[in-house]
């Protein structure tokens, strides 16, 4: 076969891809009428491969010069394995290399955000009850081109979705590992799913009751299942498609004071869940046991985060004492205690995150607004980069696939960082 010339089966498997891609996409009748056009059989399920597929061959098609540098489809490096990490050489960028690509603003103070599993989304939640789904090539393409706002059509904007169906501050957000829904919390005690494939969304279309105000939550890596954390200290776990709720069977497993972070681990072997009682506590992915907790794990003080490393051997965990830990899961003991956000304590909740490599730890100092940065494995503190805000950064967030990170602030405001490696 020539270079260019397509067989019958690939000429099919493309149709199905661009009926797949435009029902993603939420183009229903142009997809039914393709489908019609090219007998497309069976009926082909919604699918962003072809964006994919198109993204690979722009990048290996010669003497094409690329406008817009993308996210990584993969990270740099392995992951922390300190078993192994003997002398490891750092690949990603440390934070003071990042620039702010875009900023997008809400009414209230922006105090959640969170990734898609791929990387090409980011979702922003505000105490305006809105969230805002941006597109990341798009952020990318409107930096390097610094066209005005005018200039920009609809097509082109970063700011795909616009969800309001909350009544009061969205305080937690999630994507779902392999469908297009976002999962949302809120003070008003509920939990929203909605279907971004679909361009006129703006309401869910299920919705969760719950007793208390959401303040996480966090899917499986299947998708079937749904942490949830709230004021109450009792975790819950939803099933995705009945909504039937399970806790643990056994009360003292409980945490005896609001919930403030619960994370799966990406084996979803065990999660952990992270509470104002000052205790980090492991739990068995299959039976919803307690098998572990970690009594003050920050010196009393409330835990505000926790975040497995892509192993799932390890935990990194911060609190309002200012210090960000690395534990062992395996043994409980703390690895790495990284130091010199602030010698006070912290008022305000925040987070600490690995970067997409796991190279690098990063944590806002709530009273400069500056991002702190670590060396994940040896806790050497780099170089301070100012985020820009004009108030307290209340939560940050770290692509899972590229160098790029969203801050959110009381200052209304969500910035999108970007390393961009010089052309020099």
């Not at 791929?118 to 930096?143: C, H, N, P, W, Y």
């Not at 279309?205 to 942490?227: D, K, M, T, Y």
């Not at 965990?317 to 205690?337: F, M, N, Q």
Request: proline fraction near 5%; charge should be negative.
């Amino acid at each position: 076969m020539t270079t260019g010339t397509l067989t019958v089966r690939e000429r099919d498997l493309m149709y199905r891809l661009m009926i797949s891609q435009m029902l993603h996409d939420g183009h229903h009748e142009i997809a039914g009428q393709l489908s019609k056009a090219v007998y497309a059989f069976p009926d082909c399920p919604p699918s962003n491969r072809l964006q994919h597929v198109v993204q690979l061959g722009l990048r290996a098609e010669p003497d094409r010069e690329v406008q817009v540098q993308l996210v990584d489809s993969v990270a740099p490096g392995t992951g922390i394995d300190l078993e192994f990490d003997t002398d490891v050489q750092t690949l990603a960028p440390e934070a003071a290399h990042y620039e702010t690509c875009y900023v997008t603003s809400h009414k209230a103070p922006c105090r959640v955000a969170a990734w898609s599993k791929d990387g090409q989304l980011v979702a922003t939640g505000s105490d305006d009850a809105s969230i805002k789904i941006l597109d990341v090539e798009r952020m990318l393409a409107k930096s390097a081109t610094n066209m005005p706002e005018s200039q920009h059509n609809v097509d082109s904007h970063p700011v795909i979705r616009t969800l309001y169906d909350h009544i009061e501050d969205v305080t937690a957000l999630d994507f779902h590992p392999s469908l297009p829904l976002l999962a949302s919390g809120s003070k008003d005690f509920t939990i929203k799913f909605f279907d971004f494939s679909k361009s006129g969304v703006k309401r869910a279309f299920r919705s969760l009751q719950e007793a208390e105000e959401i303040s996480c939550l966090n899917f499986h890596p299947g998708g079937n299942f749904l942490l949830v954390g709230t004021q109450h200290p009792t975790l819950r776990l939803y099933d995705v498609t009945t909504l039937q709720c399970y806790v643990s069977s056994n009360p003292k497993d409980q945490h005896t004071g609001p919930v403030r972070a619960v994370t799966y681990s990406p084996n979803a072997s065990i999660y952990a869940s992270a509470s104002q009682d000052g205790s980090i506590k492991i739990w068995d992915g299959i039976s919803n046991r307690c098998v572990n907790t970690l009594e003050k794990a920050h010196s009393g003080t409330d835990v505000c985060s926790v975040q497995f490393s892509r192993n799932s051997k390890y935990l990194l965990s911060s609190g309002k004492d200012c210090l960000v830990k690395l534990w062992e899961v395996s043994t409980s003991r703390v690895l790495i205690t990284y130091t010199g956000a602030s010698s006070d304590k912290q008022v305000h909740e925040t987070r600490a995150v690995f970067n997409h490599s796991e190279d690098y730890v990063f944590f806002p100092d709530e009273k400069t607004t500056s991002l702190c940065c670590w060396d994940s494995r040896n806790a050497e503190r780099n170089k301070l980069l100012s985020l820009g805000h004009n108030n307290i950064v209340r939560c940050i967030v770290h692509s899972p696939t590229g160098p790029g990170f969203m801050t959110c602030s009381d200052d209304f405001r969500a910035r999108f960082w970007y390393y961009r490696p010089s052309s020099d």
